[in-house]
């Protein structure tokens, strides 16, 4: 059954949404607890120890730092995309990336492997702390930089869900902040399983859980629908 999916993105980063909706089946559009405040001077000097080849590796956790510092840097350490809208990004403007296999920052060291060892690592994102991605790294043998390079701030709207058959929570942080009402035959769904658990922890429980992308979302969605028809 065709389902009109609200999903929680910043504004202007939708990007293959309605593609990969409809690819699947359903509808989309977007509904936005937060906004990006980007830091300039953080930027700046990010891209300044970029230049000076401080890092042997970049780390982009999301798409949206991506977006910032791609097109400023010009040196080419080794680039790490957390998923493929990270990549598609990163490699519009110009820079080759791999790809994690997975969605989660927690599977970096274990992609790196030996390689940690030794490496300055540069993380450019947003400023929610994420300490177990720093002690992996710092366990394996690297030297980790964390440059918070913007803040997400919270729209304080309350979601307009009125359209909606069900509502795609796409990290922890968008759900902490939504304001928004369940209705009974609202479908709620989280991106992963780390979403998940902090909806679980705070009394929400997701009728569907993705493999932390979009894409898997939907089909995990498609499954959900055909065992529940």
């Not at 991605?133 to 043998?141: D, N, P, V």
């Not at 918070?148 to 869900?161: E, F, I, K, M, N």
């Not at 979403?195 to 929400?204: D, H, I, L, R």
């Amino acid at each position: 059954m065709a389902m009109k999916i609200a999903i929680t993105r910043l504004k202007g980063k939708d990007e293959k949404d309605q593609e990969y909706c409809a690819s699947y089946g359903h509808e989309c559009f977007i509904v936005s607890p937060l906004t990006a405040k980007v830091h300039d001077d953080r930027v700046a000097s990010f891209v300044k120890a970029v230049e000076r080849d401080d890092f042997d590796c970049i780390f982009f956790t999301s798409a949206l730092p991506a977006q910032i510092i791609a097109p400023l840097i010009t040196r080419r350490p080794r680039v790490i995309a957390i998923g493929p809208q990270t990549a598609r990004v990163l490699k519009s403007h110009g820079v080759d990336c791999e790809t994690l296999p997975t969605y989660y920052s927690r599977d970096f060291v274990p992609y790196l492997g030996n390689w940690t060892k030794g490496k300055r690592i540069g993380i450019p994102r947003a400023d929610v702390p994420n300490p177990d991605l720093l002690e992996a790294i710092s366990r394996a043998g690297g030297i980790a930089t964390e440059i918070r390079c913007y803040s997400l701030v919270p729209t304080g709207q309350v979601l307009d869900l009125k359209d909606a058959d069900a509502i795609l929570f796409t990290s922890a942080m968008s759900f902490k902040q939504a304001k928004w009402r369940r209705s009974p035959d609202l479908l709620v769904i989280a991106i992963g399983d780390v979403t998940a658990s902090v909806m679980v922890a705070e009394g929400t429980r997701p009728d569907v859980v993705g493999d932390g992308s979009l894409e898997g979302t939907l089909q995990k969605l498609n499954e959900y629908q055909k065992r529940t028809e």
